[in-house]
């Protein structure tokens, strides 16, 4: 696909296979809709609405005027000038009949099957399926776009039928467009894999506006409004739950299957299905702001972003091709001057071979539909690559760098020791803690409160005192009660156990009626698979891995040999993280940075592959990262590296496929031991192969 940012955009658009793989990328959000993905197939403009758009029963759809919109019929849908209800395949295979029919009449000798109406029947069957290619070719020399396949097509077909080869210059043009199809086949997949995608944007929402429901296009809700969500619909716009719980499917969003239960206040995003009861959403985004509207800009955008691979068959597709030409010209005219029985029509068939056998469209196309199928298939699984170039960039990693909180840590306190002190019972030191610490809301508070739970309802809580930097103080169910640390304790003379100053983590020591009862350790917990992550990794071939932090140090250190990763470094700033990552790039190292925040953006910015996690959460992590992983799980980066490996398999696969076998047929059809047919399966078979193979990617489980 074209690069924006080369000299040569107006050659490569001027390349039809290029063109057609440009039009998967290049499709706008407001083309590929819902409806743009229920097209017949075959129709090259998407966005054309060719049916009646569902409208829920007793709702009154308006524009922004309050008027009433009346549905206009849709224009008929053309391509190219062409009837949009013929099959495409209808002309090949009449093309087809006539070529089998005149081939045996041909073998048997019928006697009317000769001359000129032999020539007139092969002509028509030439006809049906390549005025196009021919067409094509005309087409365009004036652009300066010369040598391409569709010159080296209708070259070596009309020259076969100068030369009285009407079967075989037939044939090499019917397989042509057949495998034409096949191709417009595949990329008709992975446009449709596109609005597959697309279609988890909402086209209309319920807006409740002056105690009425009406439906409107979600680009003309505003921001303040209230939106209504039915069981089984798709939320349209990012807000926040008026009125919970609801149960909702994020799968579209970040590829997990388990629903997510959100209260009241929570925040809802554009895409998540209502699963349960009716709800309410106050809209806090306009439609081209929602972080689902970002996503999908940013995988619309990745196509365009080509790997290295890519460019250098693009530029050596535009090399490859003219000197084919001259070769095919001077396979005809060199040997007149050394062969003794020079045949001129011999010399030039064996040219109109090697053209066939030339075309390079095997490779044109199918690696950039396997770049495309890399795109897609770690999309589904909720990673966004920002283009194919970061494809390779990923699998050539030996070193990853991980921020902790949020990204190996779930960024939240959680209870993680209840040390209660001889003589006091650990439910007793939670329930007098948690029903005093339900008077704060500090994340310390709140999290030993969430792992109370329901123990401490109903206790009675009078007298609170919060204490700047200390804690609390207050009467809990008639006992006074201290929560706090160290230093609370020490204010109020009370003693405990020296080894408790020894606690790494963060804690709340407790005292009842001035004796110490105990405490607690509150820490951000490692997510559920980040151990698994750094196993993987470390398998999958990266040799050094590295946790920075700005955490203390010391929880840093526990944090890293509870995972397994052996180098971490804590009580950093953005700048010193950025320091150790451009100390390892100046060694050699070929690394990625992960990180969730706006504080980690110089660093994801430096690193070879910058990774953010959580994409949902941070706008600036989209924005400034080349890979977004959408779940928050670690363990998807060596499922983006596992992506990375078997598309870079897939298209260098393709590539030795096309070279071996092209050519092997150049050297035969050079030599006169290759006829059209060898050129057929050369040209044809090898860029069917490649087609299926690239597809492949699409189908496979990571």
Request: hydrophobic fraction near 45%.
């Amino acid at each position: 696909m074209p690069d924006p940012t080369s000299p040569d955009t107006n050659d490569e658009l001027n390349t039809a296979k290029q063109a057609k793989l440009e039009n998967v990328g290049a499709l706008s959000r407001d083309q590929l809709t819902p409806d743009a993905a229920a097209e017949p197939e075959g129709h090259d403009v998407p966005g054309h609405d060719h049916r009646a758009p569902h409208r829920p029963p007793g709702k009154r759809v308006v524009n922004l005027a309050g008027q009433p919109v009346i549905a206009s019929p849709a224009p008929a849908p053309t391509r190219d000038g062409d009837d949009a209800g013929v099959n495409p395949y209808l002309l090949p295979g009449i093309s087809l009949l006539l070529l089998l029919t005149g081939l045996a009449l041909d073998y048997y000798r019928v006697g009317f099957f000769a001359g000129y109406v032999r020539l007139a029947w092969y002509a028509v069957a030439f006809l049906l399926v390549g005025w196009k290619v021919i067409r094509s070719a005309l087409q365009s020399i004036p652009s300066g776009n010369v040598f391409n396949e569709f010159l080296l097509m209708s070259l070596a077909t009309l020259g076969a039928f100068a030369i009285g080869e009407y079967p075989e210059g037939v044939a090499v043009m019917l397989f042509y467009t057949v495998g034409e199809l096949f191709q417009d086949a595949a990329v008709n997949r992975a446009k449709r894999s596109i609005r597959a995608l697309l279609e988890i944007q909402a086209t209309e929402v319920t807006v409740l506006r002056d105690g009425q429901a009406v439906v409107l296009d979600p680009k003309q809700v505003a921001v303040g409004d209230t939106i209504e969500v039915k069981p089984g619909e798709k939320v349209a716009l990012d807000g926040t739950l008026v009125q919970g719980p609801a149960s909702l499917n994020t799968a579209a969003l970040t590829g997990e299957s388990v629903p997510q239960t959100k209260q009241a206040g929570e925040p809802v995003l554009a895409g998540m299905v209502n699963l349960e009861s009716l709800i309410q959403v106050a809209v806090t985004a306009g439609y081209q702001d929602t972080k689902l509207a970002k996503i999908l800009a940013l995988v619309q955008d990745a196509v365009g972003r080509k790997a290295k691979t890519q460019q250098f068959i693009t530029k050596f597709a535009k090399t490859y091709t003219p000197i084919v030409v001259l070769l095919a010209a001077l396979l005809v005219a060199v040997p007149y001057f050394v062969v003794e029985d020079y045949v001129f029509r011999d010399w030039l068939y064996r040219a109109l071979v090697f053209l066939v056998i030339s075309c390079p469209c095997a490779l044109v196309v199918s690696i950039p539909l396997g770049y495309f199928g890399g795109i897609g298939a770690a999309s589904r699984t909720g990673i966004l690559f920002k283009g194919s170039n970061f494809l390779d960039a990923m699998r050539e990693l030996d070193t990853v760098v991980m921020d902790k909180t949020g990204t190996l840590t779930q960024g939240v306190f959680a209870v993680q020791q209840v040390q209660p002190a001889p003589g006091t019972a650990p439910e007793q030191l939670l329930r007098l803690l948690g029903a005093l610490e339900t008077k704060s809301t500090h994340p310390i508070a709140k999290a030993v409160v969430t792992h109370v739970g329901a123990a401490a309802a109903g206790v009675a809580v009078e007298n609170v005192e919060e204490i700047a930097g200390h804690g609390l103080r207050g009467r809990v169910d008639g006992r006074d009660v201290l929560a706090g640390n160290t230093k609370l304790l020490a204010k109020f003379r009370v003693a405990y156990p020296p080894e408790v100053d020894q606690v790494v983590d963060s804690i709340v020591v407790a005292a009842v009626n001035g004796q110490y009862a105990g405490y607690l350790t509150v820490a951000d917990a490692p997510k559920e698979d980040a151990a698994r992550a750094v196993q993987e990794l470390k398998a999958d071939g990266i040799t050094k891995l590295v946790m920075l932090s700005g955490d203390k140090d010391s929880i840093v250190q526990r944090v890293a040999t509870a995972l397994g990763i052996t180098e971490a470094h804590g009580g950093l700033l953005p700048e010193d993280k950025a320091r150790y990552v451009q100390q390892y790039k100046d060694a050699g190292h070929k690394l990625a940075f992960v990180g969730d925040g706006v504080n980690d953006a110089p660093v994801v910015a430096l690193a070879d592959v910058g990774i953010a996690m959580g994409g949902l959460g941070s706008d600036a992590t989209i924005e400034t990262a080349d890979v977004v992983i959408q779940t928050d799980h670690p363990s998807k980066i060596a499922t983006a590296r596992r992506i990375a490996r078997a598309t870079h398999t897939v298209v260098w696969q393709n590539i030795w496929l096309a070279f071996a076998v092209k050519g092997v047929v150049l050297a035969l059809g050079a030599g006169g031991l290759a006829t059209m047919w060898e050129a057929v399966f050369a040209d044809v078979g090898v860029a069917l192969l490649a087609i299926l193979n690239a597809v492949r990617i699409q189908r496979m489980r990571f």
